[in-house]
């Protein structure tokens, strides 16, 4: 059953009044942007939208753990951007008018692989970035996830759904570390009046992902350019949604310009299983690679299918790239690292 969530947009005190050195720019730019993750998939992306607008001063703070310089070489040098290595665990210091907060370690194999490190990361590092939004007045947004459903047992999963999740499992260190992320999220706004907005992000995929990162998408054309067989997780039959990187760039851009907290469902609701993920992959890419069934890791949401209703009413946004056209864009981007050329 879905359940009422209350209303979200009343705030208890008006926002706190922005830092005097909000308005003294080192360039002409009329938002500086501070994007925390953005050396990695998706924060990169980001970086690339908004610094086409050179209205826009971009900072990124990352500590490298999955991400990269080489995602962000274009830019380093550029007056209008900064990078710092920064753990988010730590308070950091900038004047910025929004803040982007992405730092998190996304895919299960990486968040699993420190756990307690990826609590901190969730819930100290989502208080330093309050408490920098806080002092400097800036509006944040928080990338929180589809896993704050757990295992769903309503579906679609609409943003009304408190979800089902199991708090000691081995997934919690992400999936419970977002939903206190949250929390906290709408606890400063309600306590301080902090400008928030919430993205729940569904399964994406595009260039730049971790070739080894472990998770489905990466795995699957990395097998098949390597002829190595898709290792599908049993059953097989669970189900996800994929959505492609640039249109969850622009639905993320919108929630920050937009007028709505949230929490907003971003994702593409074309639904998937596994096998059926690994078939496309095939006939794509290596119509010759075998498909193996293989042992699952415990927990493993059996369904995920957003129901964007919200984000269409609202943001007035919708994914624009199907599976089929999105994975040979993702694949020329991995031959290309692979160094595997087409006609091999
Ligand atoms: N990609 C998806 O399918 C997906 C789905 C739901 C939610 N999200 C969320 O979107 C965000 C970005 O995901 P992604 O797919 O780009 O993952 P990613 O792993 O490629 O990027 C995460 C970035 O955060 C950095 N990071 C990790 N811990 C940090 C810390 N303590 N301090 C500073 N930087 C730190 C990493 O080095 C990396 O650059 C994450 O918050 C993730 O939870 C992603
Ligand atoms: O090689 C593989 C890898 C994964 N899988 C299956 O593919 C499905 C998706 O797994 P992924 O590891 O890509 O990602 P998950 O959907 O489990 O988690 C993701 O959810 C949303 C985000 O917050 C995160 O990016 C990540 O936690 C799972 O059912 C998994 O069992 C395979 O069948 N084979």
Redesign the pocket.
């Known amino acids: 059953m879905a359940q009422s969530n209350g209303d979200h947009s009343s705030a208890a005190k008006p926002p706190p009044t922005p830092s005097p050195l909000r308005f003294s720019k080192f360039f002409q730019s009329n938002m500086r942007i501070l994007v925390t993750g953005g050396a990695g998939f998706i924060g990169s992306h980001l970086v690339d939208k908004l610094m086409e607008n050179e209205k826009n001063e971009v900072i990124v703070a990352d500590n490298y753990f999955t991400g990269s310089k080489d995602n962000l070489k274009k830019w380093i040098g550029h007056p209008r951007f900064e990078l710092i290595r920064h753990d988010v665990t730590e308070p950091l210091l900038v004047e910025v008018d929004q803040i982007y907060h992405l730092a998190c370690p ?3 194999i990486f ?1 699993k692989y420190n756990p307690v490190k990826t609590i901190k990361t969730n819930v100290i590092g989502t208080l330093n970035m309050l408490g920098l939004a806080k002092r400097v007045g800036a509006r944040i947004l928080l990338t929180s ?3 704050v459903y757990g295992d769903p047992l309503i579906h679609p999963q609409e943003e009304s759904y408190w979800g089902n999740v199991n708090p000691i499992g081995v997934r919690s260190c ?1 999936d419970e570390g977002k939903r206190v992320a949250e929390t906290l999220m709408f606890d400063y706004h309600r306590q301080h009046g902090i400008e928030i907005r919430i993205a729940r ?3 994406t995929y595009g260039p730049r992902m971790n070739i080894d990162d ?4 990466s ?2 054309i990395a097998q098949a350019l390597r002829n190595e067989p898709l ?3 049993a059953p ?1 039959t ?1 189900t ?1 949604s994929f959505c492609y990187v640039s249109d969850m760039v622009d639905g993320l851009i919108k929630l920050m310009e937009g007028e709505n907290t949230g929490p907003i469902n971003i994702g593409n609701p074309g639904e998937f299983t ?1 096998i059926e993920l690994a078939e496309n992959v095939k006939e794509l890419i290596n119509p010759k690679v075998e498909i193996k069934m293989v042992e ?2 415990p927990d ?2 059996r369904q ?1 299918k957003p129901d964007i209703s919200k984000a269409r009413e609202l943001l007035k946004w919708e994914p624009k790239i199907k599976l089929k056209d999105g994975l040979p864009l993702m694949e020329e981007d991995f031959r290309l690292r692979l160094g595997v050329p087409r006609n091999n």
């Open positions: 996304a895919s299960p968040y996830t589809s896993e992400y992000i569904f399964n472990g998770r489905v998408v795995n699957f290792t599908v997780q097989g669970q996800r596994m699952n890791t493993d949401p995920r």
